[in-house]
């Protein structure tokens, strides 16, 4: 398998993210509209949505269907535990009208739709299957349905985040992105201002006004983005795609560096440190989620940095399609050590060395590096 020819694979995972999009879109304005009652805490406190469970069981239902020649090996974030509860029985309702609705819509994206409406039973079926810990061996797909929840709670940004990792490499990644309008430097005018309505309420007979579906797969040199389909048309894949490529600016007095919006996720006043060293002289982006790839993958901003807290494992769902796709848009992605991530041993991204680095440049990456080894001492991670 290993100088196989990914197409199959790939068309599969760039519609399932497309119908992703639509369901979540849906969910989302829903969210707005009607309040925020329907968010759901996790043991950890993290919030979860009618679409996180949603979005991974169409995506596994999809994945299962479309492969039934292998056995599929899923990667995903969300477990049935909290969706099982007796007391959630509505939750657990509208996740399978949810469902129901946007497999019903998979001729459009060019996919099979169910024989007959799933149960809630299949639909739990369909959540639990993806309950691989992945590994160095064998394909394993990687999902985060709603990568940003809070993002996507917000009415702000949020991915969707589909990945093949095949003997420990990442060799696809997929990332929706619905509120990423497909217009250069979208996210530097607009982020500190942007509000849900605003982008939603546009007519939708301009989808580059939307948000976007970015993949790549790796070797191809290539990254691709595509616009969300309009309500009454045909997905046409791939010839809506045009080719994204990373930022040429190498000179960090012009270069902008992104993070992740909540302090909790990443040390803030260590990343100003190191970009102040760097020469940095715009202030950072901040961003939820995946959409950070993304940025960086479509040159809106040159670099990526993230830092959590002492302790913190980095899952691979956050992580796998957005690295896949920034290196073959051009970009290099590391830890702070100058590793690359090692996506072969289980569901974290075990041996990271301190922090992320997604940069346009190799110029760019040394001097991170650099700045990273001089600020560390004087840091108090
Ligand atoms: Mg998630």
């Given at each position: 398998m290993g100088d196989a020819n990914y197409a199959r694979e790939l068309g599969v995972a760039v519609r399932a993210v497309h119908m992703a999009c639509a369901l979540c879109q849906r969910v989302q304005a829903g969210l707005v509209s009607?309040?925020?009652?329907?968010?759901?805490?996790?043991?950890?406190?993290?919030?979860?949505?009618?679409?996180?469970?949603?979005?991974?069981?169409?995506?596994?239902?999809?994945?299962?269907?479309?492969?039934?020649?292998?056995?599929?090996?899923?990667?995903?974030?969300?477990?049935?535990?909290?969706?099982?509860?007796?007391?959630?029985?509505?939750?657990?309702?509208?996740?399978?009208?949810?469902?129901?609705?946007?497999?019903?819509?998979?001729?459009?994206?060019?996919?099979?739709?169910?024989?007959?409406?799933?149960?809630?039973?299949?639909?739990?079926?369909?959540?639990?299957?993806?309950?691989?810990?992945?590994?160095?061996?064998?394909?394993?797909?990687?999902?985060?349905?709603?990568?940003?929840?809070?993002?996507?709670?917000?009415?702000?940004?949020?991915?969707?985040?589909?990945?093949?990792?095949?003997?420990?490499?990442?060799?696809?990644?997929?990332?929706?992105?619905?509120?990423?309008?497909?217009?250069?430097?979208?996210?530097?005018?607009?982020?500190?201002?942007?509000?849900?309505?605003?982008?939603?309420?546009?007519?939708?007979?301009?989808t580059w006004e939307k948000g976007c579906v970015i993949y790549a797969q790796k070797g191809s040199g290539k990254a691709w983005m595509q616009p969300l389909v309009q309500q009454n048309k045909m997905l046409e894949w791939p010839n809506s795609a045009r080719q994204i490529k990373v930022s040429s600016i190498d000179d960090p007095g012009l270069a902008?560096?992104?993070?992740?919006?909540?302090?909790?996720?990443?040390?803030?006043?260590?990343?100003a440190g190191v970009a102040h060293s760097m020469g940095f002289k715009n202030q950072p982006l901040r961003v939820h989620s995946m959409v950070k790839y993304a940025a960086i993958a479509r040159g809106d901003a040159e670099i990526f940095m993230k830092f959590a807290r002492c302790g913190y494992k980095e899952k691979i769902w956050d992580h796998a399609a957005g690295v896949v796709i920034v290196e073959e848009a051009g970009g290099v992605v590391t830890d702070a050590g100058g590793r690359p991530l090692d996506f072969s041993r289980g569901t974290y991204l075990e041996g990271l060395d301190?922090?992320?680095?997604?940069?346009?440049?190799?110029?760019?990456?040394?001097?991170?590096?650099?700045?990273?080894?001089a600020s560390w001492d004087s840091s108090n991670l």
């Open positions: 009607h309040g925020t009652g329907q968010v759901k805490s996790k043991d950890d406190d993290s919030p979860v949505t009618v679409a996180d469970w949603s979005v991974q069981a169409i995506v596994s239902w999809i994945l299962a269907e479309s492969f039934q020649d292998q056995n599929v090996s899923i990667v995903a974030e969300e477990d049935v535990q909290t969706l099982s509860k007796a007391e959630l029985a509505d939750l657990l309702a509208s996740v399978t009208k949810t469902v129901n609705e946007s497999l019903a819509e998979a001729p459009k994206y060019g996919l099979q739709s169910p024989k007959k409406a799933l149960g809630a039973s299949q639909v739990l079926e369909a959540i639990s299957r993806c309950n691989s810990t992945g590994g160095p061996t064998g394909r394993h797909w990687v999902l985060d349905p709603v990568d940003g929840t809070l993002g996507f709670v917000r009415g702000d940004q949020y991915a969707i985040a589909l990945a093949l990792i095949e003997d420990g490499k990442v060799i696809m990644g997929v990332l929706g992105c619905p509120n990423y309008p497909m217009k250069n430097g979208w996210l530097n005018h607009h982020h500190h201002h942007h509000q849900y309505d605003e982008s939603m309420s546009s007519s939708a007979t301009d902008t560096f992104c993070e992740p919006v909540e302090k909790a996720n990443s040390n803030h006043s260590f990343t301190r922090g992320i680095v997604a940069c346009c440049s190799a110029k760019l990456h040394e001097g991170f590096i650099g700045a990273v080894y």
